[in-house]
Structure formats: structure tokens, C-alpha cells
């Protein structure tokens, strides 16, 4: 009898462990469209905040008039960066980047303009936004010019948004397929104990009180493979940070901190929802059909 009793605590361990990596397997694919899901939307983000906006000025534009300018601009809610270039500066970069001063053949005069150089929030840098924003900006005080790229800006876009339903289209799917994968080894760990389900059924015992250890066991079970997957998750992070500490920029504690709290929820609330599902399956069946399954 004692014999009988280890083989069949050593098989209920066996499965546990079975379970326990099966589902860290699940969750860590899991993880990682969650991921880099999120590091794609930051990255998004950052490539759309790069994008340039020129705004030019008159000639005879001063220094304090363009700064005031600047100041009236950090109101704006599309304004991510300004970076004002005056007359004189423009002259010297150019003049270090030709070798010559222009001046020489200007009659001593500067040929340049002072500029501003903007940058917009990620929500504003799309050529709907922009437009406006440009009829704005050239609306104001010696502004002479607008200019961005707005081929790029829309080539960009539209390769993100590309990018963004596939990242949605393979998480949905991944998760489908993670749900039918955990369903059925939690299945096949219940399914073992069938008998002793209907047994406890027999005896009068509800079906909460029947169904209540399983899931607890496969909740406890899920979350051990959820440890597991984060623990695996942050050490390819880790490797990938070593490689390139500039991922850093786009995967953010916020990122990380989604992404492990994915993995446990996941773990967790779809393990205790496949056992309440397979052992009300067992309920349900009469003491002929466990034979036949």
C-alpha cells in the first residue's frame, strides 16, 4: 500500500514539474511579444520625436525677438525640443564645414538666417498634424519659411502602423494559442485524478469543494511557471542590455515592469481557468463516460 502510494506521489510530482515548465515555455513566448510589443511602441515614438521641423526666419530677425519667439512656442502642447541657430552661429558651422568664410564673397555680409530647429511629441509628428501646426507657425512674428520632410514623415507612418498590426495580429494569436496549449496540460494533469473527482462527487462533497484544490494547485503550479519565464526573460534582457546598454532608450523599467507583470497575470488567471473549466468537464460526466475518455 505504501509502495502504491509513492509511485503515485512521485507521478502527481512528475506532472506538476511537467506542467510547471510546459507553461514557463508558453508564458516566456508570451513574454516576449509583450516585450517587444511595448519596446516597438516607445521605439515608434522615439524615431517620430527625431523628426525635424525648420522654421526661418527674416534677416533682420534679432536675438531677443527669436528668443521671445522660442518662449511663446514652449506653450504649445506639440512642442517636444527647441533648438534656436542664430545668424552668427549658422555662419561659423558653415564656415568650419566649407574651410572658407561665405563672407568673403558676400561683401562681408552674412548670408544666413537664424532658424529654429523643432521637434514634435510622437502624437503630432504625422502630416495632418503638421500642417497645421505649419500654418501656425508661419502666422508668427518675421517667419519667413516652414519646412519638414513630409515624404518621410509619411513613409514612416505608414511602415509603423504596418509593423503595429502585425506586432497585435501575432499576440492575439500567440495568445490563443498559449490558452489551448496551457488548457490542455492542465487538462492532462486533472485528467489522471478523474476518478478520484467522481469519487468525492459520490460522497456528497459540492462541486466548489471538489474543484477548489485543483485550482489552487494549478494556480500555484502557473505561478512558479511564471517565476520561471520571468527569471529566463530577464536573463536574455540582461545578455541583450550587455550587447547594447542603448536599448535602455526604448525598453524602460516601465516596459520590463508590463512585461513580467504580463507573464504573471497570464499565469496565474488562465491555469486557474482551464482546471475550474476541466474539472467541471469531469463533473459532468457519468462514472461509464471517465472509462471511455
Known sequence: MGKRRNKASKRSSLQAVTLCISIALVLILLGIVVFFGLTGRNLSASVKENFVVTVMFDQDMTTPEA?????????????????????????????KEMGINPTEFTDGENPYQSFLELTMISDYANNDSLTWIS???????????????????????????????????????LTLVSFSLINNTVRLGIYARRFSIHTMKLVGASWGFIRRPFVLRAVGI?????????????GCFYALYNFEPDILNVATWQVLAITA?????????????????????????????????
Open 67 to 95: 528668443q521671445g519667439v522660442c518662449q511663446k512656442l514652449k506653450t504649445r502642447p506639440y512642442i517636444k525640443n527647441i533648438q534656436y541657430v542664430s545668424k552668427e552661429q549658422a555662419l561659423k558651422e558653415a564656415t
Open 135 to 173: 500654418a501656425e507657425l508661419k502666422k508668427m512674428p518675421k517667419v519667413t519659411e516652414v519646412n519638414y520632410q513630409k515624404g518621410l514623415i509619411e513613409v514612416v507612418n505608414r511602415n509603423l502602423a504596418k509593423i503595429g498590426i502585425g506586432l497585435l495580429f501575432l499576440a492575439v494569436l
Open 261 to 293: 507583470g504580463v507573464v504573471f497575470l497570464f499565469g496565474i488567471i488562465i491555469t486557474a481557468i482551464c482546471a475550474n473549466i476541466s474539472v467541471s468537464s469531469f463533473l459532468k460526466m457519468k462514472a461509464g463516460e471517465l472509462y471511455k475518455i
Open 222 to 234: 502557473g505561478f512558479l511557471g511564471a517565476v520561471i519565464a520571468n527569471l529566463v526573460l530577464g
